[in-house]
C-alpha cells in the first residue's frame, strides 16, 4: 500500500538502533513517518537519527526540549542539522522560550516544523489539578494560543482537543495527535485517547502511533489496516 503524505507517526521506541533500523526496513516512507523519541534517541543518538533520513524518512525528532531559552534555541538549531522533518519543544517553557526556538530556525537552510507539547496526554485533569492548572479542555488551548502567537508550525495534543483547536488556531496549525488506540488496543498509560478514525474526522493532522504497532504480532499488518480505516474519511 502506498499512501501520499502519510498520517501516521510510527514512535519508535526502540531499546537500540537494531530494533529501530528493523521496523524501518519492513515499511517505507510511503507508509508512515517516524518518531526517535528519549528511549531511542538516548540509546542510539544522531547517528541512528542521520540513517533514518538518509533511508528517505521524514523523522519526528520527539526530544520535547523544556529548558531555558538559550539553551532550547541552540538545541533545536543542532536538531535541523540532522535533517529532522518535525522537532518539539513543551509549550509550558513559555514565550520567550518559544521565540528563541523560532528564531534559531530562521536561516537553517532545512528548517524543520516547530511544534510544542501542550498537555501530554497522559495527563487528565486530577493530574493537572494536583499541579495547580486548570483542565485539559482549558489548559491545551491556552498553549496551543500561545504556540501560535509565537509562530511555530502547530502543537502535540489529543485529538480530543483537535476540533476546538482547528477553529482557534487555523486551517494551517499542524495538530500532531498521540494517544491514539485503535479499538480493542489497551489504553496502557495513555489518559485522553481516541481511535484513529475519530481522530482524523476531528481533524488532526498527524496520528502519533507506537505500542498498537510496534508491539503488534504483525506490525506491518497492523499499520497498513489503520491506514485502510482511514482511507474511507
Ligand atoms: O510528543 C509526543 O510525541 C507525545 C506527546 C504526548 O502528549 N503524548 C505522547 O504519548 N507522546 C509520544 O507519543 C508516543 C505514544 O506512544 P504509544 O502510547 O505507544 O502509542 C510516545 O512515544 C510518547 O512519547
Not at 27 to 50: D, I, Q, S, W
Not at 54 to 78: C, M, S, W
Not at 150 to 159: I, P, R
Not at 185 to 204: F, H, I, K, N
Amino acid at each position: 500500500m502506498t499512501v501520499h503524505d502519510p498520517k501516521i507517526i510510527v514512535a519508535l521506541d526502540f531499546h537500540d538502533a537494531a530494533a529501530a533500523l528493523a521496523f524501518a526496513d519492513k515499511v517505507n516512507p510511503a507508509l508512515c513517518r517516524l518518531k526517535v523519541g528519549k528511549e531511542l534517541f538516548t540509546a542510539a543518538g544522531p547517528a541512528l537519527v542521520e540513517q533514518l533520513v538518509g533511508r528517505g524518512y521524514e523523522v519526528f525528532l520527539d526530544l520535547k526540549f523544556h529548558d531555558i531559552p538559550n539553551t532550547v534555541a541552540q538545541a533545536v538549531k543542532v536538531a535541523a542539522r540532522l535533517g529532522v522533518w518535525m522537532v518539539n519543544v513543551h509549550a509550558s517553557g513559555g514565550r520567550k522560550m518559544m521565540l528563541a526556538a523560532r528564531d534559531a530556525l530562521d536561516g537553517e537552510p532545512n528548517r524543520p516544523l516547530l511544534i510544542a507539547v501542550t498537555v501530554l496526554t497522559s495527563m487528565d485533569g486530577a493530574d493537572l489539578a494536583e499541579m495547580g492548572m486548570p483542565e485539559p479542555a482549558v489548559q491545551v488551548p491556552l498553549l496551543a494560543r500561545l504556540a501560535l502567537e509565537c509562530d511555530l508550525d502547530g502543537v502535540v495534543c489529543s485529538a480530543q482537543e483537535a476540533f476546538v483547536l482547528k477553529k482557534l488556531c487555523g486551517s494551517d496549525f499542524k495538530l500532531v495527535t498521540p494517544g491514539i488506540r485503535p479499538l480493542g488496543s489497551a489504553a496502557g498509560d495513555q489518559s485522553r485517547v481516541m481511535t484513529p478514525e475519530a481522530a482524523l474526522e476531528a481533524g488532526a493532522d498527524y496520528l502519533v502511533i507506537g505500542r498498537p504497532i510496534t508491539q503488534s504480532a504483525d506490525p506491518v499488518a497492523t499499520l497498513q489496516s489503520i491506514h485502510a480505516s482511514l482511507a474511507a474519511i
